[in-house]
């Protein structure tokens, strides 16, 4: 049915209802007339509560499929770098293994139990030492990123992902920090608390970022959530492998 027809087709249920209306209810055309002015003066606020509405359910509407396009990026995100950069980054925090307990995301976990892990490392201090890590396998590994990188920085949807691009900045900023370093032979203390800071803000990030897509794989792609609790970062030797 065309637009014209539509419309012909509510005029004429329109009149039919008045005319039902007129004779059923013996009004008079004058009482009729009221009561026909009293819904025309209510008609802009009616359409004003429908826009309204229709506007929150198309903007929930596009929200959702930017989170679902959004999430698929960041799912290649940690299938590139993330999942190896976590490991990477283990040897240099200090008690990682209280942190990896607290971290250890399995199939039965519920929303309290990832509120609780974003808690934790919200109130955690984490405290990185890289003086006795091979810092040099790290360079080389984000190095080898960059491309993928930069591409994920100049997705313009990512914008909308405050939390997203921070954590591509920081880790961006870590790349670039050792790259400038030609070796990391005889660091200063300063030099060494610098590259300890670096680290510590793109784990931080990092962590937050994982707890969160772990949890939106387990509520709405519980198949792709199986692999990624056997490839869980967290453990130190992960296996692919059902038993």
């Known amino acids: 049915m065309n637009r014209k027809a539509m419309l012909a087709l509510l005029a004429a249920t329109s009149l039919l209802l008045y005319g039902l209306d007129y004779i059923l209810l013996n009004r008079n055309f004058k ?3 009221v009561w026909l002015l009293g819904n025309l003066a209510f008609l802009p606020l009616y359409v004003i509560i429908v826009t309204m509405m229709l506007e929150q359910v198309i903007q929930e509407r596009e929200r959702q499929t930017l989170m679902r396009k959004l999430n698929m990026v960041i799912g290649v995100f940690f299938s590139e770098v993330g999942n190896h950069l976590l490991r990477e980054l ?19 976990w ?15 201090e984490i405290r ?8 040099n396998t790290l360079k080389k590994f984000l190095v080898g990123r960059r491309t993928f990188l930069v591409g994920l920085m100049e997705n313009q949807s990512l914008l909308e992902h405050e939390q997203f691009t921070d954590l ?25 608390d610098h590259i300890n ?23 709405d792609y519980p198949y792709l959530f199986s692999l990624a609790i056997r490839l869980n970062p967290m453990i130190e030797n992960p296996d692919p492998h059902l038993y």
């Open 128 to 135: 990185v030492d890289c003086s006795c890590c091979d810092k």
């Open 197 to 219: 800071g670096d680290i510590k803000r793109a784990y931080g990030y990092l962590s937050h970022a994982w707890l969160s897509y772990m949890q939106h794989l387990k509520s």
């Open 31 to 33: 009482e009729l007339l």
């Open 90 to 108: 283990s040897p240099y925090i200090v008690c990682c293994d209280r942190l990896r307990t607290n971290l250890l995301v399995n199939g039965s």
């Open 168 to 192: 591509l900045w920081a880790v961006f900023h870590l790349m670039e920090e050792l790259e400038a370093r030609k070796d990391f032979e005889n660091m200063s203390t300063a030099d060494t």
């Open 110 to 124: 519920n929303e309290e139990q990832f509120r609780n892990a974003h808690t934790f490392l919200d109130k955690s």
